[in-house]
Every structure is written in C-alpha cells, then in structure tokens.
C-alpha cells in the first residue's frame, strides 16, 4: 500500500517521556520528510532528508530530532522539550528521478500525550 | 519562505455540480503545485500535480490552473460525486532536489447526494 509503512498507529504517551516513532519505505526513494497534522490545519514540515546519514530542519523542527542510518528508515523522535505534541504524523517520500516529484505519504501515527 | 494560502476552508456542492478550490503562492521560484486528496484518518494522496511550464491539466473530472503572473492556481473537479468528499490541499515547491512542498490549509469538500 504505497510502500511506506509508518507504526505504531497509535500511540500514546506521558509528559515527559520521549517517543520514538518509525517510518520505513521500499520504493529505493532518495529524499524522506516528516511532517506534523493538526485538526482543520494543513501539513507543516518538520524534518527532510535527502541522502543518509544527512538531514535538514523543517519549519517547526524545535522539540524533535531525527536520524537516517538507512536509506529505507527515517525515525522521528518526539523529545519532551516539544510541548505540545498531541498531533498526526505523516511520513513521506520522494525520487530525484526525473519526473519523480510526487511525494508518497505513510498511513500515519496518532500520537497522543496523556 | 513560501507562503501558500487556501479558500475556501469548507465548500458544500450538489451532487453534479462543480467544485472549485484556488490556493495562492508567494515564492516566484515555485515550479511545481500537487493536488492531494485526504479522506478522514487516512494518508493524502495525490490526485493531479502541474508544472510552471504548462498552464492548465486534466485528468478525467479533475483539472488544475496555474496562473504563473498572479501566482495562483484552483483545482477544478466536475460532476461532483459524493466520494469526492475529502479535505483537499494545495501545495508549492521551491525547486531543489528534495522538493519541499508547503502546504495549503486545506479544503473541507462535502458533496450532498
């Protein structure tokens, strides 16, 4: 389904604690993005990636961290300094293909802070 | 950085009737402006994308326009059907390799049977 898997689904979380969530893909895309969802809201770029073990801040990148060891994984962690974390989060991907503009996005995870 | 501003928010149409959505960018550089659909709890996908080079595309009941001199470009879906019914965002890219897309805020679409 798109080739981009995202887990967990849900997720729930105590202030405090940081959370680590995982987005994978095998569509040997080159580039990877994370970005944030809020109700009525659109999509804000949190972090982008595009060769490994390289990454660059998004718009609202305070309160979160990256890495990209593997070209297929781009984990997302959550750090408490993010104070505001309840929100969706979608995973995407891209080609440097020509033509290959489109980014794919991941089923997204549901985090929430209890 | 780029600004991509979105309306309307909600739009209610008829079944068979048109729906028109238009997103302005502020970025010149911009040369390359997706359409993504998303219905409730699920990923976007994209349904139609268009390059500065060009000035109108379609794909069946879906179209878009761009208008590089007024830096704005609408999404046009005809004969409206209820699966039509999404939140539907715009989106422009600044050229570089990785592409980043700034998002619209989106349009609530609900077709009434």
């Known amino acids: 389904d798109g080739g981009i898997t995202q887990s967990p689904k849900y997720l729930f979380r105590k202030e405090g604690q940081n959370v680590t969530l995982s987005c994978e893909q095998n569509?040997?895309?080159?580039?990877m993005y994370w970005y944030r969802q809020d109700p009525g809201q659109g999509l804000r770029l949190i972090y982008y990636s595009q060769i490994v073990n390289d990454f660059q801040k998004g718009d609202i990148a305070e309160g979160y961290s990256v890495s990209r060891e593997k070209k297929e994984s781009f984990p997302l962690t959550v750090t408490s300094a993010q104070k505001n974390p309840t929100a969706f989060y979608l995973c995407?991907?891209?080609?440097?293909?020509?033509?290959?503009?489109?980014?794919?996005f991941g089923p997204g995870t549901r985090l929430t802070v209890l | 950085g780029e600004n991509v501003e979105q309306h309307p928010s909600t739009l209610s149409v008829q079944e068979g009737d048109s729906a028109v959505i238009k997103c302005t960018y502020s970025?010149?550089?911009?040369?390359?402006f997706p359409w993504y659909k998303q219905e409730l709890g699920k990923r976007p996908q994209l349904i139609i994308d268009?390059?500065?080079?060009?000035g109108e595309k379609k794909d069946q009941r879906i179209a878009v326009t761009l208008n590089k001199t007024a830096k704005h470009f609408s999404l046009h879906i005809t004969e409206t059907q209820p699966e039509d019914s999404a939140v539907y965002f715009c989106?422009?890219?600044?050229?570089?390799?990785?592409?980043?897309?700034?998002f619209g805020s989106g349009t609530q679409l609900t077709v009434l049977p």
């Open positions: 569509l040997n895309h080159d580039a």
């Open positions: 268009i390059r500065s080079n060009v």
């Open positions: 989106a422009a890219s600044i050229s570089g390799s990785a592409r980043q897309l700034t």
């Open positions: 970025d010149s550089a911009s040369n390359y």
């Open positions: 995407a991907s891209s080609s440097f293909q020509v033509g290959g503009n489109e980014q794919f």
